[in-house]
């Protein structure tokens, strides 16, 4: 894949697969292809455009089928893939501050993160957000103070991905807790 933003340096430094460069997500990834029905023509009944990818370390698969371009589908299953094991996948989160390079460079002094949901940072964020959610036993206030962003945006983040913030409420649930809405 070309123009390739998680082969930049600072990815390196993340310790979830979500924030590996598409090279290698990919290279740890089983590649799966299928045809699929729908709008798009005799093209799409004709050529397997449909993709699957199984990240082979944690068994997470994601899939796209919806373009008439297997390449298209191939984008669009890598970034469902990242979404996937941001919310699936938890990494150790060592004591201390948790943000890592790229946290620190989208959150803000005032304790604001500044992530748009199109911008390919976005599925990584969620990723450390949930590992050091996981590390505070689900306790969004301890974590956004290891974060040092607030609570409300550390939700509101999550927010942006409706199975992150269910992940977040089951698992605070389970422990006893009131879910958090990310307009509260």
């Avoid at 970034?79 to 803000?108: D, F, I, K």
């Avoid at 956004?144 to 992940?167: I, K």
Wanted: aromatic letters at 2%; a positive charge; one cysteine or more.
């Amino acid at each position: 894949m070309t123009n390739d933003p998680f082969s930049d340096p600072q990815w390196r430094e993340s310790r979830h697969p979500a924030g590996l460069p598409d090279a290698e997500l990919l290279a740890q990834s089983e590649l799966g292809r299928g045809r699929t029905g729908g709008p798009g023509g005799q093209h799409r009944n004709r050529v397997a455009t449909h993709v699957t990818l199984t990240h082979l370390e944690t068994g997470v698969l994601a899939q796209a089928g919806e373009r008439r371009s297997a390449e298209e589908n191939k984008a669009a299953a890598l970034r469902r893939l990242r979404y996937a094991l941001a919310v699936e996948h938890r990494t150790p989160v060592a004591p201390g501050e948790a943000r890592t390079l790229l946290w620190s460079t989208r959150c803000t002094g005032a304790g604001r993160i500044v992530c748009a949901e199109r911008h390919h940072d976005h599925p990584t964020l969620i990723a450390e957000a949930l590992d050091v959610l996981a590390a505070c036993a689900w306790d969004a206030a301890r974590a956004a103070t290891r974060l040092c962003c607030t609570q409300t945006q550390l939700v509101r983040l999550l927010g942006e991905h409706p199975p992150a913030l269910e992940r977040l409420n089951r698992e605070r649930r389970e422990r006893g807790s009131r879910p958090l809405s990310p307009r509260a």
